[in-house]
């Protein structure tokens, strides 16, 4: 009996899970990248207008290919989608060495010693074109101490550099020492110097004229500042009203001839106190003395015109003030 039983049949075990396959993403990305980083790179080797900048703003194309592979391998079930870091920090650093490559011809443009020799040559033809400018008036050109001309071109060109719309000029014109006794003379120069410039058609954009008069630093600073545009239009009178004018004395500068004068004769009166205390064995001077000392170093630091100059000049009139 025994010999005829059969073993029961074991139950069917399940069938063990297909492992999946792994997908890291991004290898197909950082593979076409460099495809495209190489032909490009050569293609600027040897195509000299190539604008490679223009096709490095289309890097973000690169996201949407990456996009795309991972959309693609997470619809098969049979596909673990990772991300190969290793392959995107590849894509990061070849976009980092495309946009320097890009970079470079735009920085040699800006940098190059092709801007800066037509610069060059730009400030000394204009210079001399300024100089030639005022020949018709050589009073007011011999006024002129020194007059420099500075370019910048807002533009860049392949081949070379030429003055065109939107580039700045910037004229700058230090007038003689000891020239002028005020503001107002010192802007009708100024005025006078733009017309002529202006006349000649001369292409200048900004201007900045200086004057001092009085030692370098016990004097006063003119000083005038205005753009072309700005300065069509008005007149001398008008441009007065903008000069800067500063008052110095040993290097400290004053905002007002008043507090200059106040700060001068301040520590001109230590000077007299002390000077006199030294001469009789510390004894204080009186007020009247001291007065009198400082008006006189006073004087003496700034003198007053000459009473000829005045007399010179015809008296006002009431005929003549009307």
């Known amino acids: 009996m ?4 059969t073993a029961a049949p074991n139950a069917a075990e399940p069938a063990a899970p297909r492992p999946k396959k792994v997908r890291r993403v991004g290898t197909v990305a950082f593979a076409l990248l460099l495809i495209a ?11 000299p207008d190539f604008d490679l900048l223009a096709i490095v703003r289309f890097a973000p194309v690169l996201l949407i290919v990456l996009g795309a592979e991972v959309l693609y391998y997470s619809a098969k079930p049979d596909v673990e989608v990772k991300f190969g870091w290793l392959s995107v920090l590849g894509c990061a650093f070849t976009l980092v060495v495309v ?15 092709a801007r800066d020799q037509a610069r060059t040559r730009y400030n000394g033809e204009l210079q001399n074109a300024a100089y030639e400018a005022l020949t018709d008036d050589p009073d007011l050109k011999a006024r002129v101490n020194m007059l420099y001309a500075n370019v910048w071109f807002n533009h860049t060109e392949q081949g070379g550099y030429t003055l065109q719309s939107g580039d700045t000029v910037e004229l700058a014109v230090e007038l003689l020492p000891n020239t002028y006794a005020d503001a107002e003379t010192f802007a009708a120069d100024c005025y006078a110097i733009t017309q002529a410039l202006q006349e000649a058609g001369l292409p200048v954009t900004d201007y900045q004229f200086n004057s001092q008069t ?3 630093d016990s004097g006063v600073h003119y000083s005038l500042h205005y753009l072309a545009s700005f300065a069509e239009g008005l007149t001398a009178d008008q441009l007065a009203g903008r000069v800067a004018c500063t008052w110095q004395y040993e290097g400290n500068v004053y905002d007002s001839q008043a507090e200059r004068d106040n700060a001068v004769k301040a520590i001109l009166r230590e000077e007299v ?3 006199f205390q030294d001469a009789n064995n510390g004894e204080y001077p009186g007020e009247d003395t001291i007065r009198q000392e400082v008006e006189q170093r006073f004087a003496e630091l700034y003198p007053q015109p ?3 100059d005045a007399e010179a000049l015809p008296a006002a009139t009431p005929e003549t003030a009307a």
């Open 99 to 113: 946009g320097c490559a890009a970079l470079i011809p735009l920085m040699w443009d800006y940098a190059g010693p």
């Open 214 to 216: 009085g030692r370098s």
């Open 306 to 308: 000459a009473a000829q």
């Open 37 to 47: 980083a190489g032909i490009l790179l050569l293609v600027q080797q040897f195509v």
């Open 2 to 5: 025994e010999e005829n039983k």
């Open 273 to 275: 106190i002390a000077a």
